[in-house]
Nanobody, 125 residues
Framework: QVQLVESGGGLVQAGDSLRLSCEVS????????MAWFRQAPGKEREFAAA????????YYADSVKGRFTISRDNTKNMVYLQMTSLKPEDTAVYYC??????????????????WGQGTQVTVSS
Protein backbone atom coordinates (compact mmCIF):
# COMPACT_ATOMS: atom_id res chain seq x y z
CA GLN A 1 0.00 0.00 0.00
CA VAL A 2 1.34 3.39 -1.02
CA GLN A 3 0.94 6.23 1.45
CA LEU A 4 1.54 9.92 0.82
CA VAL A 5 1.87 12.50 3.57
CA GLU A 6 2.05 16.21 2.81
CA SER A 7 3.47 18.88 5.07
CA GLY A 8 4.58 22.49 4.96
CA GLY A 9 1.31 24.33 4.47
CA GLY A 10 0.40 27.42 6.45
CA LEU A 11 -0.76 31.02 6.49
CA VAL A 12 1.44 33.48 4.62
CA GLN A 13 1.16 36.95 3.12
CA ALA A 14 1.00 37.76 -0.55
CA GLY A 15 4.49 37.75 -2.05
CA ASP A 16 5.84 35.24 0.46
CA SER A 17 7.29 31.82 -0.30
CA LEU A 18 6.44 28.39 1.04
CA ARG A 19 7.75 24.89 0.42
CA LEU A 20 5.48 21.88 0.52
CA SER A 21 6.84 18.39 1.07
CA CYS A 22 5.34 14.99 0.33
CA GLU A 23 6.77 11.82 1.82
CA VAL A 24 5.90 8.60 0.03
CA SER A 25 6.07 5.16 1.60
CA UNK A 26 5.36 1.77 0.06
CA UNK A 27 5.64 0.83 -3.57
CA UNK A 28 8.51 1.84 -5.82
CA UNK A 29 8.74 5.60 -5.51
CA UNK A 30 11.49 6.03 -8.07
CA UNK A 31 9.22 4.65 -10.80
CA UNK A 32 6.20 6.86 -10.05
CA UNK A 33 5.10 9.98 -11.78
CA MET A 34 4.26 12.54 -9.13
CA ALA A 35 2.08 15.62 -9.11
CA TRP A 36 0.64 18.38 -6.99
CA PHE A 37 -3.00 19.35 -7.32
CA ARG A 38 -4.92 21.96 -5.41
CA GLN A 39 -8.53 22.58 -4.51
CA ALA A 40 -9.99 25.89 -3.43
CA PRO A 41 -13.32 26.10 -1.58
CA GLY A 42 -16.23 25.56 -3.94
CA LYS A 43 -13.97 24.68 -6.85
CA GLU A 44 -12.84 21.49 -8.53
CA ARG A 45 -9.45 19.99 -7.89
CA GLU A 46 -6.98 21.42 -10.37
CA PHE A 47 -3.55 20.47 -11.62
CA ALA A 48 -0.61 22.54 -10.38
CA ALA A 49 2.59 20.69 -11.28
CA ALA A 50 3.94 17.26 -12.21
CA UNK A 51 7.32 15.59 -12.44
CA UNK A 52 8.52 12.46 -14.21
CA UNK A 53 10.00 9.47 -12.41
CA UNK A 54 13.55 10.65 -13.06
CA UNK A 55 12.88 14.29 -12.25
CA UNK A 56 14.09 15.30 -15.68
CA UNK A 57 10.72 16.44 -16.97
CA UNK A 58 8.46 18.90 -15.19
CA TYR A 59 5.09 20.36 -16.11
CA TYR A 60 3.17 23.32 -14.74
CA ALA A 61 -0.23 24.91 -14.93
CA ASP A 62 -0.11 28.30 -16.58
CA SER A 63 -1.32 29.88 -13.35
CA VAL A 64 1.80 28.80 -11.43
CA LYS A 65 4.44 28.69 -14.14
CA GLY A 66 7.45 30.79 -13.23
CA ARG A 67 6.45 30.90 -9.55
CA PHE A 68 6.28 27.25 -8.49
CA THR A 69 8.97 24.59 -8.83
CA ILE A 70 8.38 20.88 -8.41
CA SER A 71 11.29 18.59 -7.55
CA ARG A 72 11.93 15.14 -6.14
CA ASP A 73 14.57 13.22 -4.24
CA ASN A 74 14.39 9.54 -5.09
CA THR A 75 16.90 8.69 -2.37
CA LYS A 76 14.50 10.04 0.26
CA ASN A 77 11.15 9.18 -1.35
CA MET A 78 10.23 12.86 -1.26
CA VAL A 79 8.62 15.29 -3.65
CA TYR A 80 8.55 19.04 -3.10
CA LEU A 81 6.70 22.09 -4.32
CA GLN A 82 8.56 25.34 -3.88
CA MET A 83 6.10 28.22 -4.14
CA THR A 84 7.22 31.82 -4.51
CA SER A 85 5.46 35.12 -5.11
CA LEU A 86 2.33 33.66 -3.60
CA LYS A 87 -1.00 35.27 -4.39
CA PRO A 88 -4.35 35.15 -2.56
CA GLU A 89 -5.71 33.06 -5.44
CA ASP A 90 -3.17 30.35 -4.56
CA THR A 91 -5.18 29.69 -1.40
CA ALA A 92 -6.26 26.05 -1.48
CA VAL A 93 -5.72 22.62 -0.06
CA TYR A 94 -2.70 21.15 -1.82
CA TYR A 95 -2.58 17.44 -2.55
CA CYS A 96 0.30 15.21 -3.52
CA UNK A 97 -0.50 12.37 -5.93
CA UNK A 98 1.33 9.43 -7.48
CA UNK A 99 0.81 7.20 -10.48
CA UNK A 100 2.51 4.02 -11.62
CA UNK A 101 1.21 4.09 -15.19
CA UNK A 102 1.97 6.79 -17.71
CA UNK A 103 -1.22 6.25 -19.68
CA UNK A 104 -3.60 9.16 -19.89
CA UNK A 105 -3.13 12.85 -19.27
CA UNK A 106 -0.88 13.86 -16.40
CA UNK A 107 -3.07 16.94 -15.98
CA UNK A 108 -6.14 14.92 -14.99
CA UNK A 109 -6.64 13.73 -11.39
CA UNK A 110 -8.25 10.50 -12.58
CA UNK A 111 -4.95 9.00 -13.74
CA UNK A 112 -3.39 9.18 -10.29
CA UNK A 113 -3.55 6.12 -8.08
CA UNK A 114 -2.76 7.43 -4.63
CA TRP A 115 -3.33 10.73 -2.84
CA GLY A 116 -2.24 12.38 0.34
CA GLN A 117 -4.60 13.92 2.84
CA GLY A 118 -3.79 17.47 1.75
CA THR A 119 -2.18 20.48 3.39
CA GLN A 120 -3.83 23.90 3.64
CA VAL A 121 -2.14 26.93 2.11
CA THR A 122 -3.70 30.30 2.87
CA VAL A 123 -2.35 33.50 1.33
CA SER A 124 -3.59 36.76 2.79
CA SER A 125 -3.59 39.99 0.83
Amino acid sequence: QVQLVESGGGLVQAGDSLRLSCEVSGGTFSSYGMAWFRQAPGKEREFAAAISWSGRDTYYADSVKGRFTISRDNTKNMVYLQMTSLKPEDTAVYYCASRASYAGSRYSPVVYDYWGQGTQVTVSS
